[in-house]
C-alpha cells in the first residue's frame, strides 16, 4: 500500500478531530489557517446560494433597473410582481455578496462590484445561461451516473455531433452567445500570443467569428477561416460582412465531433485554433508547434492553452 508523506493519513485524521480544530483556532501560529480554511469550507457550502442570488438578479433585471439611481424594496416588488417583503430579501442578499448598496433610508442601490458585471460583455447572457445547467444539478448524483441528454447539452448544437436536427432560432440563439462569450477572450488571448507572421489562421469552433472579427482588426495580413456547424455559417457571413472582412475569409461547415474533418481541412492551414474539446491535444492532430487552444474557464487560459505559438 502506498502512503503518503505524513505517514497512513495520520495527519488527516488529525486536522478531522473537532478537538484538534478547537485548538488550531485558538493557537496563534495555527489560527490564521484554521480560519482560512474555515472561510473556504463555508463558501463552499453556500456558493450555491451565492449563484442563484446572482441568478435571480440578473434574470429579473434589477442591475439595470437601479442603474438610474437606488430604488425601495415596495417599488422593484411593485414593478415586478413580486412581494415587498420578498423582494426585501433578494436585495439584501444581493447586498451581502457585495454587488449592491443598502442605504440608510432602506433603498438599494448599484455597488462598484455590481456596476462592473454590467460592463462585461456578454456576462449577463452567459449567467442567464447557467440556468439549464443549474437544472440539470437538481440531482447531482444522478447526473454524474449519467443521462446522456440533459437541459445543458441540449442548448449546445454540437454536442451530439453530425445529423442533429438544430432550428434557425436554436443556431441564432448559439451563435449569439458565443459571440458574447468570446468578447473578453479575444482580447485576452490577442494580449498574450503573438500572431505576427501567421499567414492563415483556422478557428475551429468558432460561432459567427468573434475572435477572427479581433484578429483580423489587429492583423490586416492574415488569412481568416472558421469551421463550425452548417447552421453557425450564415451567421458568421453576416458578421465578417459588416466587418468589411468578406474577401479575407473563408467558411467551412461540419462538425467538430465527426474525426474525418480533421484531415479535411488541417492540412493547409496553420496555426488552429480550438474551443471547448474535452481533450484538445488529441483532437486536432498535426505537427507540434501550430495549435492554439483557448480554454476560457481556466486560470490564465491563453498562457495554457497557446501551443508552439509565441507568448508576448
Known sequence: MQQDGWGCGWFYRMVASPAFQGRASRFPLTRAFARRDGAVLFDLVQGFVQSQVLYALVELDIFRRLQSGPMAPDDLGQALDIPAERMAILLQAGAALNLLRRRRDGRYGLARRGAALMGVPGLAQIIRHHGAFYRDLGDPVALIKGPERTELSESWPY???????????????????????????????????????????????????????????????????????????????????ASGLTERTRIYSGSKRCAAWCPKYLTHCRPVVAWSFPNPWAAVPGPAGQSMFILPFTPWPCRQGAHGLPMK
Open 159 to 241: 454536442v451530439f455531433g453530425p445529423g442533429t436536427a438544430i432550428g434557425p432560432d436554436t443556431a441564432e440563439a448559439f451563435s449569439d452567445l458565443m459571440a458574447q462569450s468570446q468578447i473578453l477572450v479575444a482580447q485576452d488571448t490577442l494580449r498574450a500570443v503573438d500572431l505576427r507572421g501567421v499567414r492563415r489562421l483556422l478557428d475551429v469552433g468558432g460561432g459567427s467569428g468573434t475572435f477572427l472579427i479581433a484578429v483580423g482588426a489587429v492583423r490586416p495580413d492574415t488569412q481568416l477561416e472558421l469551421f463550425d456547424l452548417p447552421e453557425v455559417a450564415p451567421q458568421a457571413t453576416k458578421r465578417f460582412a
